[in-house]
Nanobody
Framework: QVQLVESGGGLAYPGESLRLSCRAS????????MGWFRQVPGKEREFVAR????????YYADSVKGRFSISRENTKNTMYLQMNNLKPEDTAVYYC????????????????WGQGTQVTVSS
């Protein structure tokens, strides 16, 4: 039902920054709780951050607290993930996810997923 498209991934040295974007094709974006997840080969999809429909409730995984920042601009139907002080262990494919209602840390609850964008952090 909802088309999600990520962009902004790429290569970075440790300590550098990247900003990911997720654009949604949906009538009322503020109705949708959104999340960012990441996945590496052979591992389960990992929760990164989530944000409620109007941005009032935000949670981060412990591994990214103080370094990553999730936000959204509902007038642009876009969610962002600002990633600062990147570490090699942040290397993964990053996915945005959405559902009509409250966001969650459980990927199984989300109805819609983007195609993913690769983030590689290495020296």
């Amino acid at each position: 039902q909802v088309q999600l498209v990520e962009s902004g991934g790429g290569l970075a040295y440790p300590g550098e920054s990247l900003r990911l974007s997720c654009r949604a094709s949906v009538r009322t974006f503020s109705d949708y709780g959104m999340g960012w997840f990441r996945q590496v080969p052979g591992k389960e999809r990992e929760f990164v951050a989530r944000i409620s429909g109007r941005g009032g409730v935000i949670y981060y995984a412990d591994s990214v607290k103080g370094r990553f920042s999730i936000s959204r601009e509902n007038t642009k139907n876009t969610m962002y993930l600002q990633m600062n002080n990147l570490k090699p262990e942040d290397t993964a494919v990053y996915y945005c996810a959405g559902r009509q209602g409250l966001p969650t840390e459980n990927p199984a609850i989300y109805d819609d997923w983007g195609q993913g964008t690769q983030v590689t952090v290495s020296s």
